[in-house]
């Protein structure tokens, strides 16, 4: 009879310094593999201690309290299958990202990493030592070798591991969502399948920790790349995994092989899990949003719904002079459709009250962007207000156009805690209306069906703080906008390259001191999800006292 191990996979969705709670999650799934006859559990990527930590992890007593953390698992799980976890280790003096191999009570072997990724969102060189490539450990009747998230990105620390005799890899990570990463996975993955000829296990987390979101998508291939084992995206889950050993050596028994979401769909889904796991880590349950009419925050509205469900979101109407009828009718359906709470609170009297207040001082100028900009900070006074007094999270609701340029007012619409659209570009933001209205998942916690009226989505976009205003007073269309930004932000394109496309130099060298000059605001701006590898936040850091301009 051929000699077989089940291997338990444990796709979860840990917590940030929670180590007693992350335990505890391994503890129940270990329970699960132990019924299921597993020989061995594997959890994630620092999964004891969540991830990313950032600097939490130069404070020795949480180091400390995560080490003895996972001795006790050992302890508490002496009697069943191996545990291998995630988690920091301290050696020598020196601290390190570690995978722990627990086994009849005690840790019996401790990998370390040896790349550390310093790009993007990532900086562990910051936190970490890289070590020495680790060899491979025994388990029951199978030798394994564990490249650490970024080692697998590397051909190096593979190729050792299977010239010092390990028989299958075992990939634990924590890799964030951005826009089209799951195939980049699966090739890299291949790659170092192809260079090996071994099997390979690789093993994501799921949930949102700030700006990022790991949506999971773990899988399990064979030699040649075939793909034994494909986990869902963004969904906690376990499977058991049984590896055959055959004249060639060990092969992973097909199991299921679930299909990955388009980008429309997980470029929504992780909107939605960011925000939903922001706000419940954080300790809140509920949120509210200015509902304006516009398409923006009809978005951010369905957003919230789908990941809270509709009786813990309050909209908010907050109308001035200015605000048009349809605006007012637009956000009651919105409002209806997706069967929340409305609320409204005109502002026309504290705008005339704060009008008097400053009319001495004001006397002789002209009306202009200083008046609209106070309209913008009164709704943001009386949604912080209704947050501060009912405990909602107030969610704001600029796109990343808008973010990009300083088409926002700081102090004013830029309030509140959390931002579910800040990488997406207005032009994305029409598109995602139209996937929501024509598509629904079992996920999702609104209603089905066309929950943002059409009216909404076609609608010049304004601002309406002063008569017949449009956005595109201000701003060139926004496709246009949004390709001279991609090109700008998330490619570093020249002024030139930009031109060489066609665009006008005039305009390419307006966007670009729009960009640099509101860079102040950015650095004072909500988190939000990260759906591209550009972000603003982690993945562009630029400074806010500069003087660069692009000469071409």
């Not at 089209?180 to 296990?201: F, I, Q, Y």
């Not at 009319?359 to 200083?370: M, N, R, S, V, Y």
Request: hydrophobic content about 40%.
């Amino acid at each position: 009879m051929a000699e077989t191990f089940r291997l338990t996979l444990a796709q979860l969705n840990p917590v940030v310094g929670d180590i007693a709670g992350n335990a505890a999650k391994a503890r129940a799934a270990w329970e699960t593999a132990r019924a299921a006859g597993a020989d061995m559990l594997a959890l994630t990527e620092m999964f004891i201690t969540g991830y990313q930590t950032q600097d939490l992890i130069l404070k020795p007593v949480f180091v400390e309290e995560a080490e003895a953390a996972l001795h006790q698992l050992a302890r508490d799980c002496a009697d069943g299958p191996a545990i291998g976890i995630g988690g920091p280790a301290r050696v020598d003096g020196r601290l390190h990202n570690a995978w722990w191999v627990l086994e009849r009570g005690a840790v019996v072997a401790r990998v370390l990493k040896h790349h550390l990724p310093n790009t993007d969102v990532f900086d562990e060189k910051r936190v970490f030592t890289p070590a020495d490539v680790s060899g491979p450990y025994r388990i029951g009747p199978i030798r394994i070798g564990t490249p650490i998230c970024e080692d697998a990105w590397h051909p190096d620390v593979a190729e050792t591991l299977a010239e010092t005799g390990a028989e299958i890899l075992l990939v634990p990570n924590g890799s964030p969502y951005h826009r089209g990463k799951p195939d980049l996975r699966l090739n890299l993955m291949v790659a170092r399948v192809v260079e090996t000829g071994l099997p390979l296990v690789y093993l994501n987390m799921v949930g949102g920790q700030d700006d990022q979101v790991f949506d999971g998508s773990s899988m399990v291939l064979n030699p040649g790349g075939e793909l034994a084992v494909q986990m869902p995206q963004f969904d906690d889950c376990l499977a058991h995994v049984d590896f055959v050993k055959t004249a060639q050596g060990w092969r992973a028994q097909p199991g299921d092989k679930a299909e990955i979401p388009r980008v429309w769909e997980a470029d929504y889904r992780a909107c939605v899990m960011a925000l939903g796991d922001y706000m419940a880590k954080c300790g809140f349950r509920k949120a509210l949003l200015g509902l304006s009419g516009g398409v923006d925050s009809a978005l951010v509205a369905s957003i919230a719904v789908d990941a809270l469900g509709p009786e813990n979101v309050r909209c908010v109407m907050l109308p001035s002079a200015y605000t048009s009828a349809h605006s007012l009718e637009d956000a009651a359906d919105c409002a209806r459709r997706l069967g929340v709470r409305l609320d409204t609170v005109p502002i026309s009297g504290a705008q005339g009250a704060v009008g008097a207040a400053l009319a001495d001082l004001f006397a002789g100028t002209e009306p202009g962007i200083t008046e609209e900009n106070i309209q913008s900070r009164l709704r943001g006074v009386m949604l912080m207000a209704l947050s501060n007094k009912f405990g909602e999270m107030l969610l704001t609701t600029g796109n990343k156009s808008e973010m990009a340029v300083g088409y926002c007012t700081i102090y004013g619409d830029m309030n509140g805690g959390y931002n579910p659209l800040k990488d997406m570009y207005k032009t994305r933001v029409f598109e995602t209306c139209r996937w929501r209205n024509s598509h629904h998942r079992d996920w999702m916690k609104g209603p089905e069906g066309e929950v943002i009226p059409e009216r909404i989505i076609t609608k010049p976009p304004s601002a309406e703080l002063r008569p017949n205003q449009t956005d595109q007073d201000s701003l060139p269309p926004y496709d246009v906008l949004d390709a001279i930004l991609e090109g700008l932000v998330d490619k570093e394109l020249s002024v030139a390259d930009l031109v060489a496309q066609g665009f006008d130099r005039a305009v390419v060298k307006r966007v670009e001191h729009l960009l640099y000059i509101s860079e102040y605001k950015r650095f004072q701006s909500a988190p939000g999800v990260r759906l591209t590898p550009r972000a603003f936040w982690l993945d562009r850091r630029y400074p806010i006292a500069m003087r660069f301009r692009d000469p071409s």
